[in-house]
T-cell receptor, first 119, second 112 residues
Framework: DTEVTQTPKHLVMGMTNKKSLKCEQH?????MYWYKQKAKKPPELMFV???????INESVPSRFSPECPNSSLLNLHLHALQPEDSALYLC??????????????????FGAGSRLTVL | KNQVEQSPQSLIILEGKNCTLQ??????????LRWYKQDTGRGPVSLTI?????NTKSNGRYTATLDADTKQSSLHITASQLSDSASYIC???????????FGPGTRLSVLP
């Protein structure tokens, strides 16, 4: 199994709603990531978990709340979002954090994305 | 500052033609470099990954090159197909524990 699965594929929510994006991988990867991507832009890093612990938080507003219940699952809880938060949210995983001595073995594998629209 | 630049920003070619995309990086120390293909509205898919000691790597019609001395990589696509229309993103991995550094991408359009 070499996939990262994201659900839902599409989500429409109002600014007062609470929703969650979910991500799952069974490749034994110990680093998991949330990226936000606007149209015609590269992905922007939001959060990184390493061994189920939050490793990097790129100054993301508190209306986005990540959670890593176990080594295979990564959630992104959404509350009181703004219309400008509408974007493609990508989950990714890798064997370990970037770099180190793993050379070419440490590949960043992405999910298909969750398209979020905030009304 | 760790940065990745890509050129051209966009490219239009006719079906069957070849093209080459460029990636320059300043990430140091360098661990590896990957090229991803991203269809609109979908997650990026890895095409090739290259380490410091590799100069060329092929994946079907895709051939990536790496010059670690000049910190440049290229992605050559031969006999382009309509399905090659996508964004191609260069991602460099540097020091352990740091982020993967993304380039801005090249938008390729293949026309019939």
């Amino acid at each position: 199994d070499t996939e990262v699965t994201q659900t839902p594929k599409h989500l429409v929510m109002g600014m007062t709603n609470k929703k969650s994006l979910k991500c799952e991988q069974h490749m034994g990867h110990r680093a998991m990531y949330w990226y936000k991507q606007k149209a015609k832009k590269p992905p922007e890093l939001m959060f990184v978990y390493s061994y189920e612990k939050l490793s990097i938080n790129e100054s993301v507003p508190s209306r986005f709340s990540p959670e890593c219940p176990n080594s295979s699952l990564l959630n992104l809880h959404l509350h009181a979002l703004q219309p400008e938060d509408s974007a493609l949210y990508l989950c990714a995983s890798s064997q370990r954090l970037a770099g180190g001595d793993m050379g070419g073995a440490n590949v960043l594998t992405f999910g298909a994305g969750s398209r979020l629209t905030v009304l | 500052k760790n940065q990745v630049e890509q050129s051209p920003q966009s490219l239009i070619i006719l079906e069957g033609k070849n093209c080459t995309l460029q990636c320059n990086y300043t990430v140091s120390p360098f661990s590896n470099l990957r090229w991803y293909k991203q269809d609109t509205g979908r997650g990026p898919v890895s095409l090739t990954i290259m380490t410091f000691s590799e100069n060329t790597k092929s994946n079907g019609r895709y051939t990536a090159t790496l010059d670690a001395d000049t910190k440049q990589s290229s992605l050559h696509i031969t006999a382009s197909q309509l399905s090659d229309s996508a964004s191609y993103i260069c991602v460099v991995s540097g020091p352990y524990g740091q982020n993967f550094v993304f380039g801005p991408g090249t938008r390729l359009s293949v026309l019939p």
